[in-house]
């Protein structure tokens, strides 16, 4: 796509990356998907292409399924859509958040490191450079306390998208 034929946005989610706030806001799919149809219906675009990473694909493909948004496309990368989804590790926060919220950090960091490593494969630091600080900390407990397979459970009918993508990316061991 080129640049002089296309505008870009980045949409960085309420209570992700650089929008972790205190207090947050609901961060579930269901508030995520509903900001995402208004925030593209604010910015008056019309039947965007859209490209969207793991919980990103499941908030962009709620946005087109449940709140009527209209894409071009939708390309989504490595998403969270079809149930089973989750680690272990993120089946286990939600029973134990106010524990985990409260980890030294050091012991943190290495646990968001490992997290981002199995969602990201590259630019691990600034993916996971958010989740760092008390604020981030808190807030990335409280993203995976939020998520829902059960949110997911709607998405899963037939795509009624005609140039929908699906990506997954997996390493190689060589």
């Not at 796509?1 to 799919?29: C, E």
């Not at 807030?139 to 795509?159: D, V």
Request: proline share 9%; hydrophobic share 40%.
């Amino acid at each position: 796509m080129p640049a002089d034929k296309y505008r870009v946005f980045l949409w960085d989610m309420p209570g992700h990356g650089a929008s972790i706030t205190q207090p947050s806001p609901p961060v579930n799919l269901v508030h995520q998907h509903a900001r995402l149809a208004a925030l593209i219906e604010h910015r008056h675009l019309s039947r965007p292409n859209v490209v969207a990473h793991d919980i990103g694909g499941a908030v962009a493909f709620g946005a087109h399924l449940l709140e009527g948004c209209e894409f071009a496309s939708l390309y989504r990368v490595d998403v969270v859509t079809l149930d089973p989804w989750g680690s272990p590790f993120f089946h286990l926060v939600p029973e134990h958040e106010h524990a985990f919220s409260g980890l030294p950090s050091n012991l943190h960091a290495v646990l968001v490191q490992e997290y981002v490593a199995g969602a990201a494969g590259t630019g691990l630091d600034a993916m996971a450079q958010p989740c760092r600080s008390p604020e981030g900390q808190a807030a990335f407990y409280r993203q995976i306390t939020q998520l829902s397979p059960s949110h997911t459970l709607p998405l899963e009918a037939p795509n009624p998208l005609s140039q929908d993508i699906l990506l997954w990316l997996e390493t190689l061991d060589t």
